[in-house]
């Protein structure tokens, strides 16, 4: 599988919430090619109102295998004699969970998206119905409106968005500019 590590010096419950107290690391690990594919659709004409959101993680067999595979590889690279002076241990999921069943299920409770969702707002052909976006990154049926981010891109890249997203903006800057002084 096509795999990002993440570790930090910390310990918590889900991001956002207060540190645990003990010396701890965490080791993250991010399926970079997932299969699952979810939805995003408008709830309401009123702008304010959220958006209805379907993220369908581990929705596949392939990525249930990734998802528990990933957890025994970094099982396996903790166990390592490198790491054996700070003494970690498992805190989640549980060294009590063992099958693939467990660990997929286990993954997507204690997984979350490390802020790279793509493909919401697409870009695509003409003959593809779920591209919303023109190879401009323009709106199909709405003049003078382009879409400007991770949304566009139709399917997430192998490692970091960030970057792709930067070249992105980069070049709608170019087009913007490119039409206001042509």
């Known amino acids: 599988a096509n795999l990002e ?11 956002g919430e207060p540190l645990h107290p003990f010396e701890a690391f965490t080791a993250s690990v991010c399926n970079l090619n997932p299969e699952s594919r979810g939805e995003v659709h408008i709830a309401s004409a009123d702008p304010a109102q959220a958006p209805r ?6 929705a596949t067999e392939g990525d249930r295998r990734v998802a528990a595979d990933s ?5 396996r690279i903790v166990a390592q004699p490198a790491l054996a002076p700070f003494h970690p241990r498992e805190v989640k999921p549980g060294l009590q969970f063992e099958t693939d069943e467990e660990l997929a299920r286990l993954a ?11 493909g919401t707002c697409r870009m695509g052909r003409v003959d593809e119905p779920d591209a919303v976006l023109d190879s401009r990154l323009r709106v199909r049926g709405v003049a003078n409106l382009r879409v400007v981010d991770a949304s566009v891109m139709p399917d997430i890249t192998s490692g970091n968005t ?21």
Do not use: K
């Not at 997507?108 to 793509?118: A, E, L």
């Not at 960030?162 to 042509?182: D, F, G, Q």
């Open 5 to 15: 590590y993440h570790v930090q010096p910390l310990s918590l419950d889900a991001f």
């Open 53 to 58: 959101i379907a993220p369908r993680y581990l």
């Open 71 to 75: 957890l025994r590889l970094t099982r």
């Open 108 to 118: 997507g409770d204690i997984g979350t998206t490390i802020f790279h969702p793509v």
């Open 162 to 182: 960030n970057s792709p997203t930067l070249m992105i903006a980069e070049r709608a800057a170019e087009w913007t500019l490119e039409r206001v002084t042509s």
